[in-house]
Each structure stands twice: as structure tokens, then as C-alpha cells.
């Protein structure tokens, strides 16, 4: 069965840097998001991207992040300038497109800020 | 806006017992809702949906949710526990935005199994 695939699992940082979080997601899907989790917290939407452009953003996804789709089949999240706060577990989803189709989710990347 | 309330952080069975996961849901138009399940160490899965067609909707692993709209709720039942079901469940609600859905999740529940 397909998946989304996100490199790399474990990504730790300094304050301060850049970080990009990759993803693949499933090759006919139309759709992409970034959400994430902060331990001990609920999964959180950050963006959803359509057609190279952004469909819609959360309050947390300020001018520090960026999305995009460099090529036809990775789409990344960067951090301009890593904060203690942005560790998290971040998730990449996709889906076929249309409002009741499922997302499908990687297994995530683990950002520790230092 | 929309938002999910999943009622307990954590629900304790023994193996072969009854699983009742909560999940009570707000949305001011119709809302599609999910069930996802997270194993350590691994992403969300999806379990099952509710996309108004049946209001009893059956998943994997044996997991099914009902929808009721008089009590805004989507809980997630499975008859037997099973030593595997283990894990972190999510709940969420969507509401189509053309053709892309934004899932706003609850907190999650984290099933515990003994045996």
C-alpha cells in the first residue's frame, strides 16, 4: 500500500538554525499538509498546500516557516530560525483531494531544539 | 470553527473486555469525522471515517464508531480488546473547504491493555 515517507525521523538543532523536514507524499494525491505535535499535546495543523500554492494556515505557521514543493514528488517544511518551542513531532499528510477523503499521515520527524 | 472533546487521557481494559473510546464533537456545518490510531513510534493511521452516508461505520482491526448527531458524539467501540490495540487514538472533525480538509484532532486518548 502507498505511504508518505518523511526524512529524517530524528532531527535535532540549535537555537537559531535552519532546518528543512522532507516528505513524500502518495504519488496521485493532490493535497499536502504539515501538522504537529508537541509532547504531551493534540496534533496541530500548521498549513495545507494545493496546486503549488498554500491553501490555508494556522495561527503557528508565522513568517519562520516556509513550504514547498521543489519537484514532482517531495514537499518539504523549512525553519528559517529554529526557537526551543518548535520542538515538536511533525507530521506530513496528504490526500486525494476532495473535503471527506482521509489524510494520510508519515510516521513523522522528531525536531529537538537545543 | 470547529473542535473535538475526547473524554479521558487514558482508558485501562483488560484483554477480551469491551473498548469505549469518547469523542464529542462540535462543528456549525455537517462534519466529516475520523478516528486515527497512533503506534509508538510511528504516524497517525487511519481507522475509520464518517462521511454522512451510514451512521454505524466499520474500521480495521475490528473497530467500529457510531455517529449520533443529537449527542454531537462519534465514539469508538471494539467488542474484545486485543493485547495489539494498545496505543494512542485520535478523533477529529473536518469540515470540507473545497476540495482540501483541515482536521482539527482532540487531545487523544492512550488505550492500555492488560492481560
Known amino acids: 500500500e502507498p505511504e508518505v515517507t518523511q526524512t529524517p525521523s530524528h532531527q535535532v538543532t540549535q537555537m537559531g538554525q535552519e532546518v528543512i523536514l522532507r516528505c513524500v507524499p502518495i504519488s496521485n494525491h493532490l493535497y499536502f499538509y504539515w501538522y504537529r505535535q508537541i509532547l504531551g499535546q493534540k496534533v496541530e495543523f500548521l498549513v495545507s498546500f494545493y496546486n503549488n500554492e498554500i491553501s490555508e494556515k494556522s495561527e503557528i505557521f508565522d513568517d519562520q516557516f516556509s513550504v514547498e514543493r521543489p519537484d514532482g514528488s517531495n514537499f518539504t517544511l523549512k525553519i528559517r530560525s529554529t526557537k526551543l518551542e518548535d520542538s515538536a513531532m511533525y507530521f506530513c499528510a496528504s490526500s486525494e483531494g476532495g473535503g471527506n477523503s482521509p489524510l494520510h499521515f508519515g510516521n513523522g520527524t522528531r525536531l529537538t531544539v537545543t | 470553527a470547529q473542535s473535538v472533546t475526547q473524554l479521558g487521557s487514558h482508558v485501562s481494559v483488560s484483554e477480551g473486555a469491551l473498548v469505549l473510546l469518547r469523542c464529542n464533537y462540535s462543528?456549525?456545518?455537517?462534519?466529516?469525522l475520523f478516528w486515527y490510531v497512533q503506534y509508538p513510534n510511528q504516524g497517525l493511521q487511519l481507522l475509520l471515517k464518517?462521511?454522512?452516508?451510514?451512521?454505524l461505520v466499520k474500521g480495521i482491526n475490528g473497530f467500529e464508531a457510531e455517529f449520533k448527531k443529537s449527542e454531537t458524539s462519534f465514539h469508538l467501540t471494539k467488542p474484545s480488546a486485543h493485547m495489539s490495540d494498545a496505543a494512542e487514538y485520535f478523533c477529529?472533525?473536518?469540515?470540507?473547504?473545497?476540495?482540501?480538509?483541515?482536521?482539527?484532532f482532540g487531545k487523544g486518548t492512550m488505550l492500555l491493555v492488560s492481560p
Open positions: 462543528s456549525s456545518v455537517p462534519p466529516y
Open positions: 464518517y462521511t454522512s452516508a451510514a451512521t
Open positions: 477529529a472533525v473536518s469540515v470540507a473547504r473545497g476540495g482540501y480538509s483541515t482536521l482539527t
